[in-house]
């Protein structure tokens, strides 16, 4: 068995994680403008009924880009950016997460005490990225979640 680029890229994908948390978690850098690293009991979003929003997922089950559609707390449209990240969305063993999801997710892995478990907010309190490591000795259990271009649906007037 050859290490091969594949070694290299957990490598350098665990070194860029462990640069995140260390940036999540104070090591001489501030959050950019716009942005926190507040914890889950800080946040104030509230997920509203209705949203699209872009989601670019880097874990060993989900990775690609998708545009999602969400009502009433369930994706109900996913389409994805590329031929790999379509093949995903067509799946039907693939489960493309809400926003609301990716909360819970980060809660739990808070609450479960993983290595890394921290987030960026927009300043309304949405989430625009989220980082997670359950097991600092584990390899290829990294997740990285950005959340981009998200658009409350806009309700018309009855």
Partial sequence: MTAGPFRSRSAAAAALLGAL?????GCGSAPSAGATAAAGPERTWQEPAAYTYTLTSSTQVLA???RVEVRDGKVVGVAGADADSRRQALD?????PTIGKL??????ARAEHAHTAEADYADDGRPLRIVLDRDENSIDDEALYTISSYEPAIRSAP
């Fill in 103 to 108: 909360l819970e997710t980060l809660d739990r």
């Fill in 21 to 25: 948390a260390c940036a999540g978690a």
């Fill in 64 to 66: 690609g880009t998708f």
């Fill in 92 to 96: 039907p063993h693939t489960e493309i």
